[in-house]
C-alpha cells in the first residue's frame, strides 16, 4: 500500500511507536491485523473519494492505525481505552489540532462491533467496516485463534462449535454486526459467509480445517 498522503514524520512516529504496540497482541489483534485494517481504510477512502464524498486519507489511515491500540489495558471497553490514547498522545497533537484529534479519537472509539449507534463521523464508518475482517478466512480463523489463546479447557469440538456459534451471532443473517458503507468488498463478503453458515456440516468442517492449521503452527 502507498502511503505518499502521509506526512514523512507522522508515518515514522507510527512506524516506530504505534505499529510496534500491536505485536504484543494476540494472534487476532496482531501486526497482520494492523496491515489488514490500516489497508482497508485506505482502499475504502478511495472508494469514497471516487463517490465524490469528502475523505481525508491521511485522517483514515491514523484511525486504522490507532483502533486496537487500548488493547494494552485490556481486552475489555478497548475501544474506548483506544479513544483516550489518542487524546492523551502529545505527539499525535503535534501533527493535528484539537479538532481532528477528537475526530480521530471518537472514530477509534466507534469502530466497536458491539456498538449500539451510528459512527459520530465518515472515519467512524469507514474503520468499522475496515475492521470487520470482511473475508471469509477471517471471520472465521481469528476467533479460532482468539479461543485457543484464552479458552484452553476446550476440546478441539468445542472449540469448532464455540466458533460457529460466535460468528453466526456475530456475522450471521440476523447478526449484530453493521457495515455502514454500501461497498462491493464488504457485501459480497457477507454473503460468503452467510452462505457457508447456512449450510453447517460444511461449515464445521471448514473451521475444523482452520483449527488444525494453526494447531499445527502453518497460520
Known sequence: MKTNFLRKELKNYIDKEIKPLYKAFDKAHNLSHYKFVTNNCVEYSNELIKRN???????AFVVGAYHDVGLICGRENHAKSS???????????????????EIIAQAVEDHSSHLTYEP??????????????????LVFSRPVKYGLKNEKHLSREEHIIRVYDFVTKKFGRNGYVN????LPQTTQAQEEVWTLLDNKEKCFGYIAGIYDEVVNGKK
Open 120 to 137: 459520530r463521523s465518515i472515519y467512524g464508518k469507514i474503520v468499522a467496516d475496515a475492521d470487520r475482517n470482511n473475508s471469509l478466512y
Open 83 to 101: 479513544a483516550e490514547f489518542v487524546r492523551n498522545d502529545k505527539k499525535l497533537k503535534t501533527f493535528f489540532d484539537e479538532q481532528k484529534i
Open 179 to 182: 457495515y455502514w458503507l454500501n
Open 53 to 59: 464524498i469528502e475523505v481525508n486519507l491521511e485522517i
